[in-house]
C-alpha cells in the first residue's frame, strides 16, 4: 500500500484520537505507520482495522521470505493480540527459523489453541522434530481437530506409525473425521503403505474430496487402476485435482486409450476446468506414447485456453515434439517463448541429445545464460552416446559442482563405450571423494565387472553394496544376478535372484540368460514358464535367453516353436540375434538345410552372427558346401577377420584336400 493511502487509512480509523502523533517508518519493502505510545490511543485501537492490517502484513512477508521486515512490523505494533504473535511465529516457522520460533511461543502473554498447533506445525516443518511437538502437545488444555491431524501427520512424516495409530485411536472420535483420518492417510500414502490408508478409509463415516481424492492418487500410484477407477466412479463429487490423478494413473500403466478417454470426459463435465497439471499429463503421455496426432491437438487446446504463456507447459510441449523427433518444432517452440526457464533450456538440449545431434545441443548449450547441474549432465551424457569420453572428463572437470548423477554419469558412459578400465578407476575417484554413489552407479560398474568376468571386483562390490544398506534395490539386485551369471556363478546368482521381492522383467531375463549362458538350459525354460504363470510379459531380451537354453539343450522343436511364437502369440518381431539362435539351434542339431532355410527367409540382411554360426554348424558337421556359402559372406563383411579362412582350411585339411577351395573378393 503506498505512503498516501496507508496514511490516509490510519488517519480515517483513528480521526477521535486527536492526540495522537505519527511517525512515518520507512523500509525497502513496506510502509508503515506506527503510533508513539498513547494509552487513550492504545485502548482505541485494539478491535482496529490497523491490527488485522499488520497481522495480514507480517503474514504475507513471511511467505515470501522477508523475515526481517515482518520482525520490523511485529516489533513496532502498539498493541499485538493472539493473532500478531501466532502470526509472526509462522513466519519464523515459514523460513526455518525454529530457535526464534519456540524463543516467542515462551514469550506469548496468551496461548491459544491456533499458536500451540502453529509451533507444532513448526517441528514439522524443522525435520519433523517429532518428539519436542509431541511435548508440547501434551501441554495443551486444550486440542481441536488441527492439533490432533498435526501431531498424526508428525508422526506420519517422521515414520513413526505406531505413535500416529496409537494417537488416532485414543481421540475424541467426533474430531476424527475428516481432518485427522485424512492426515493418517496421506501419512500411509507417503511412504507406500496403500493397505494402512485403505483401512482408515474404510471405517471413516465423514469422507469429504480430500478423502476420495488421497485414495485415487494412492491406488493409481500403486498402480492399481481398477481399485482407483471403482472409487473414482463411485465418488459424490470429484475435483480437478481426482481427475489429474486418474489420468495420470492409466498413463502410468501405459494405457493411453484409457486415459485420453477420460480426459475427454472431463471436458465434457461442466463441473470442472482443465488446468496446467492436466495437460502437462497429457502432453507428457503424448510423447511418452508415440501419440502425435492427440499431441497436435492439445497443443491447440493450449493456445485456445490462453495458455501460450505458461512456462510449465511450454517445456513439457518441447520436452514433447523433441519425443516425436520434431526439432524444428521444438526450436520454434523455444524461441517464441517470452520467458524461458533454465528447464526450457534443458528440455531442447535433452531433445538434441536424444535424436543424436549432439553438436547442435553443445552449441544451445553453451548460448544458456545459467546452467544447472542437469544441463552439465545431460551433455556428458550426449557426447559419452557418440563415444566421446574426453570430451565428457573436459566437460566434468568444468562443473562448478558435481553430484553422483554426474559422476554416475561418467561412469556410465565409460561402461557403454567398453572402457571398463576406466569406469572403475573413476568409481574408485569418485569414492575418495567422498560422493555417495546412487544405484545406478553400482549397477554400472557391476555391468563392467560383468563385461570383463572380473568375479572378484564383482564381489567388492557387492560387499560395497552391502554396506550400504543398498541390497533390496531392484536395479543392483538385477545387476549382481547379471553378474554373477557371467562371471560362472550360477548358484550365487539365483540365490539373488530369489530374494527379489518382486522380480521384474530385467530380474527374469538376467536369469533366464544366466543359465543359458552357463548350459543350465532346462532350468532357463523352467524360470520362462514360471515367468509367464506369474503374469510377466516376455520381450526380446527374453526370448534371446530361451532360444539360447533350447540350442544347448538340444530342444530343437521346442525352440523352433518359441520362436514362431515371437510374432503370433507376443506380437514380438524377431532380431537378427533371434535368427541366429534359431541357425545355430537348426545347426547344432545337423538341420543345415533348414538352417539356410531361416537365412533365406529372413525380412533383412543376415549379419556376421548368422553367418558365423552356419560356419560353425558347417565345420561340426563337415559340410564343406555350406561352409564356403557361409564363409564367403563373412569375408565381405568382415575382411580383416581370419577365422572364416582358418575354419576352411581345416575343413579341407580333414576332408584330405590341400587347396583352400574359396575365392577371395
Not at 518428539?131 to 481441536?144: G, K, T, V
Not at 501431531?151 to 473425521?177: H, Q, W
Not at 544451445?364 to 544441463?375: A, G, H, N, Q, V
Not at 559419452?384 to 553430484?403: H, N, Y
Request: proline share 3%.
Amino acid at each position: 500500500m503506498p505512503a498516501d493511502r496507508l496514511a490516509s487509512f490510519v488517519h480515517k480509523h483513528i480521526s477521535r484520537s486527536n492526540s495522537a502523533y505519527f511517525i512515518l517508518h520507512h523500509s525497502g519493502f513496506s510502509t508503515l505507520i506506527i503510533p508513539k505510545a498513547n494509552h487513550s490511543f492504545a485502548a482505541g485501537r485494539k478491535t482496529s482495522k490497523f491490527l488485522v492490517y499488520c497481522n495480514t502484513q507480517i503474514t504475507k512477508y513471511g511467505k515470501s521470505g522477508n523475515i526481517k521486515e515482518a520482525e520490523s512490523i511485529f516489533s513496532r505494533m502498539p498493541h499485538k493480540n493472539s493473532i500478531s504473535w501466532t502470526a509472526m511465529l509462522t513466519a519464523y516457522s515459514e523460513n526455518g527459523q525454529i530457535d526464534e520460533a519456540r524463543t516467542l511461543f515462551e514469550k506469548m502473554p496468551e496461548r491459544s489453541i491456533a499458536s500451540y498447533n502453529a509451533m507444532i506445525t513448526a517441528y514439522i516443518r524443522n525435520n519433523f522434530m517429532a518428539d519436542e511437538a509431541f511435548e508440547l502437545f501434551a501441554e495443551m488444555p486444550e486440542r481441536n481437530a488441527i492439533s490432533y491431524a498435526a501431531m498424526i501427520t508428525c508422526f506420519a512424516r517422521a515414520g513413526m506409525f505406531n505413535e500416529a495409530e496409537k494417537l488416532y485411536s485414543e481421540m475424541p472420535v467426533e474430531l476424527r473425521d475428516p481432518v485427522c483420518s485424512n492426515a493418517l492417510i496421506n501419512g500411509f500414502l507417503k511412504v507406500g503403505r496403500l493397505e494402512g490408508a485403505s483401512r482408515v478409509f474404510e471405517v471413516m463415516v465423514e469422507r469429504d474430496l480430500v478423502s476420495w481424492s488421497s485414495m485415487v492418487d494412492g491406488y493409481c500410484k500403486a498402480e492399481k487402476i481398477v481399485d482407483a477407477r471403482n472409487l473414482f466412479d463411485i465418488m459424490p463429487e470429484r475435483n480437478v485435482v481426482t481427475w489429474t490423478a486418474i489420468i495420470d494413473g492409466y498413463m502410468k500403466i501405459k494405457s493411453f486409450k484409457d486415459g485420453f478417454e477420460l480426459f475427454l470426459s472431463m471436458r465434457m463435465d461442466g463441473n470442472v476446468k482443465v488446468n496446467p497439471t492436466t495437460l502437462t499429463v497429457l502432453l507428457e503421455a503424448c510423447g511418452s506414447f508415440g501419440r502425435y496426432g492427440e499431441g497436435i491437438q492439445l497443443h491447440g487446446l493450449v493456445s485456445r485456453m490462453g495458455l501460450d504463456y505458461d512456462v510449465f507447459l511450454g517445456n513439457s510441449m518441447i520436452t514433447m515434439y523433441c519425443r516425436f523427433n520434431c526439432m524444428d518444432v521444438a526450436s520454434a517452440l523455444f524461441h517464441q517463448m517470452s520467458r524461458k526457464d533454465v528447464v526450457s533450456w534443458n528440455s531442447l538440449i535433452a531433445g538434441y541429445v536424444q535424436c543424436g545431434s549432439v553438436e547442435e545441443a553443445y552449441r544451445l548449450f553453451e548460448r544458456m545464460p545459467t546452467k544447472d547441474i542437469i544441463s552439465w549432465t545431460t551433455m556428458i551424457t550426449g557426447f559419452s552416446s557418440k563415444g566421446v569420453t574426453e570430451k565428457c572428463i573436459q566437460l566434468f572437470k568444468m562443473m562448478p559442482e558435481k553430484d553422483d548423477i554426474a559422476w554416475t554419469a561418467v561412469i556410465s558412459g565409460f561402461v557403454n563405450n567398453e572402457e571398463y578400465e576406466e569406469a572403475f578407476r573413476w568409481f574408485v575417484e569418485m569414492l575418495q571423494e567422498e560422493v555417495r554413489p546412487n544405484p545406478l552407479t553400482l549397477s554400472s560398474v557391476l555391468s563392467a565387472s560383468a563385461s570383463l568376468a572380473t568375479h572378484n571386483q564383482g564381489l567388492q562390490i557387492h560387499a560395497y553394496v552391502l554396506k550400504m544398506d543398498m541390497e533390496f534395490d531392484l536395479s543392483i539386485q538385477n545387476s549382481l544376478v547379471s553378474m554373477y551369471s557371467k562371471c560362472g556363478n550360477v548358484d550365487d546368482a539365483y540365490q539373488i535372484f530369489a530374494n527379489i521381492n518382486a522380480p521384474n522383467i530385467i530380474s527374469f531375463n538376467s536369469m533366464i540368460t544366466g543359465y543359458a549362458q552357463n548350459g543350465f538350459g532346462k532350468e532357463a525354460l523352467k524360470l520362462f514358464r514360471k515367468m509367464q504363470n506369474e503374469g510377466q510379459k516376455p520381450n526380446q531380451v527374453t526370448f534371446l535367453g530361451v532360444l539360447s537354453a533350447c540350442t544347448h539343450v538340444g530342444l530343437v522343436e521346442e525352440g523352433w516353436n518359441f520362436f514362431r511364437s515371437m510374432n503370433s502369440l507376443y506380437n514380438i518381431e524377431p532380431g537378427p540375434d533371434h535368427y541366429a539362435c534359431v541357425v545355430d539351434l537348426f545347426g547344432r542339431a545337423g538341420f543345415l538345410d533348414k538352417a539356410i532355410d531361416v537365412i533365406q527367409s529372413m525380412p533383412f540382411e543376415p549379419h556376421s552372427g548368422v553367418w558365423g554360426a552356419l560356419l560353425g554348424a558347417s565345420r561340426t558337421h563337415l559340410r564343406i558346401d555350406i561352409a564356403k556359402i557361409a564363409a564367403g559372406h563373412l569375408i565381405k563383411l568382415e575382411p580383416d577377420d581370419a577365422t572364416p579362412y582358418v575354419i576352411l582350411a581345416n575343413l579341407y585339411s580333414v576332408a584330405g584336400k590341400g587347396r583352400m577351395g574359396i575365392k577371395s573378393e
